[in-house]
T-cell receptor, first 113, second 112 residues
Framework: DAGVTQSPTHLIKTRGQQVTLRCSPK?????VSWYQQALGQGPQFIFQYYEEEERQRGNFPDRFSGHQFPNYSSELNVNALLLGDSALYLCASSLAGLVYEQYFGPGTRLTVT | AQSVTQPDIHITVSEGASLELRCNYS??????LFWYVQSPGQGLQLLLK??????LVQGIKGFEAEFKRSQSSFNLRKPSVHWSDAAEYFCAVGEDDYKLSFGAGTTVTVRA
């Protein structure tokens, strides 16, 4: 049973650039959440997607956007990158009926220089 | 909005000794509570969860946690620590708006 997968593993970008991160949920899961984890901190909720729509959003600017595809996979896009966007980006999947029981992928380490 | 507090930033424990990690939350209703573990450079692995019922919950890797409503706590315990338990541990609470709110984490170091 494949777990949550994310790509790429690592990414280095320059300030002002745009980045797209990808996530495939655990088999059978239909809900995807994205979290940002800065160094030494706990994960912070960015947003959650269900039925290809953004269901809930955390306290992140509009530079952060996402998408969910019909096969439940998801993308996180960040525009106009800032140095402060450097972090580990975690994707978590769940079932809509058990939305709090979230299973996390290994994350994408984004470094902005 | 609710919050999660993990009072201990770093704990060092000897291999074979017991471990207890503290977690306090602020939330009006009965919360959904979780403990996750994160090894260096890895994602988060769910150790255990509490939704309702028995306040003592068992998890993977020999961990257990106890929900105490009167103290707004959900402390994680393990009777005998192994060197492989060295990691970062996060307590999390499920909020009404579908998201998980995490504490800042506790780093556990295991000494031989």
């Amino acid at each position: 049973d494949a777990g949550v997968t994310q790509s790429p593993t690592h990414l280095i970008k320059t300030r002002g650039q745009q980045v797209t991160l990808r996530c495939s949920p655990k088999s059978g899961h239909d809900t995807v959440s994205w979290y940002q984890q800065a160094l030494g901190q706990g994960p912070q909720f960015i947003f959650q997607y269900y039925e290809e729509e953004e269901r809930q959003r955390g306290n992140f600017p509009d530079r952060f956007s996402g998408h969910q595809f019909p096969n439940y996979s998801s993308e996180l896009n960040v525009n106009a990158l800032l140095l402060g966007d450097s972090a580990l980006y975690l994707c978590a999947s769940s079932l809509a009926g058990l939305v709090y029981e979230q299973y996390f992928g290994p994350g994408t380490r984004l470094t902005v220089t | 909005a609710q919050s999660v507090t993990q009072p201990d930033i770093h704990i060092t424990v000897s291999e074979g000794a017991s471990l207890e990690l503290r977690c306090n939350y602020s939330y009006g209703a009965t919360p959904y509570l979780f403990w996750y573990v994160q090894s260096p450079g890895q994602g988060l692995q769910l150790l255990l969860k509490y939704f309702s019922g028995d306040t003592l919950v068992q998890g993977i890797k020999g961990f257990e946690a106890e929900f105490k409503r009167s103290q707004s706590s959900f402390n994680l315990r393990k009777p005998s620590v192994h060197w492989s338990d060295a990691a970062e541990y996060f307590c999390a609470v499920g909020e009404d708006d579908y998201k998980l709110s995490f504490g800042a984490g506790t780093t556990v170091t295991v000494r031989a």
